[in-house]
């Protein structure tokens, strides 16, 4: 009777599994700015009214917006231009770039959808124009790179794989180990593709691109009280980080 309960179980893991992993392959597409192909479930109009929706609270957790009026509209262009030189401008999402009142935390991020952030703590850090290009256009490049979509997506797969295999037989927390280095290596190959894209995004602008590296510069000195979540959390060594930007930089230059 056990083993008869076990072999269902375990034809029921399996079932469980394929399913999400057939489900996975249909949901496979290549991102057209990119290239690369990512498992995407949002639609372009999902991603942009989940970016919209959250972004009041995001900007609130923040301290709101800075009230200098100056200083917004001088993110606002530097993040349009941007866009307006690249092929951010041809996605259909809806760019808005806001400088947030926050002076103690230095970091920049976007939601899905166009929504893109920066705290007044790092922007005051921030050594040039082209530098505040170079925080832009990285966080462009996760809009546009979808890496939000890509993470929910493959949340979902990992959430599905791992009740079918806690289903099958007990293995539920071994398959989800798996799950998590999965989504934090994602997380990685994110920042290293954002900062791949904000540099062909600051050539495309006519921004020197060598200043991504003054703003790699500045996170690594950020340390202590003055964490980095979104730029230095989920991150691959910032030497590396800079290595990989020159060759970013040698790639795009002569295009
Ligand atoms: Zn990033």
Not at 125 to 148: M, R
Not at 151 to 166: C, D, H, L, P, Q
Not at 184 to 193: A, F, P, T, V, Y
Not at 223 to 238: C, I, K, L, M
Request: proline content about 4%; hydrophobic content about 35%; overall charge negative.
């Amino acid at each position: 009777m056990r083993s008869r309960n076990f072999k269902i179980r375990i034809f029921l893991g399996i079932a469980i599994v394929a399913f999400a992993y057939l489900r996975k392959c249909s949901q496979q597409e290549e991102n057209p700015y990119t290239g690369r192909t990512q498992t995407i479930t949002l639609s372009p109009e999902q991603e942009i009214a989940i970016g919209l929706q959250s972004a009041p609270q995001m900007a609130q957790q923040h301290g709101g917006l800075h009230p200098n009026n100056n200083y917004q509209a001088f993110v606002d262009q530097v993040g349009n231009k941007l866009v307006n030189n690249s092929v951010a401008q041809q996605t259909p999402y809806k760019y808005d770039f806001h400088l947030l009142a926050d002076d103690k935390t230095i970091n920049a991020f976007a939601l899905p959808g166009g929504q893109v952030f920066i705290t007044y703590a790092l922007f005051s850090k921030l050594e040039n124009e082209d530098q505040l290009a170079g925080v832009l256009g990285h966080e462009i490049g996760h809009v546009l790179g979808k890496h939000s979509n890509e993470r929910i997506s493959e949340a979902n797969f990992w959430k599905t794989v791992t009740m079918g295999a806690s289903v099958g037989a007990d293995m539920g927390e071994f398959v989800n180990g798996i799950g998590q280095t999965t989504l934090l290596s994602n997380g990685r190959d994110d920042e290293l593709e954002s900062d791949d894209l904000g540099v062909k995004f600051m050539i495309k602008a006519g921004y020197n691109p060598e200043e991504m590296i003054g703003v790699m510069e500045i996170l690594k000195q950020a340390a202590g009280p003055n964490r980095v979540p979104e730029f230095q959390s989920t991150h691959p060594d910032p030497e590396n980080r800079i290595e990989k930007i020159q060759k970013s930089i040698e790639k795009y230059k002569n295009q």
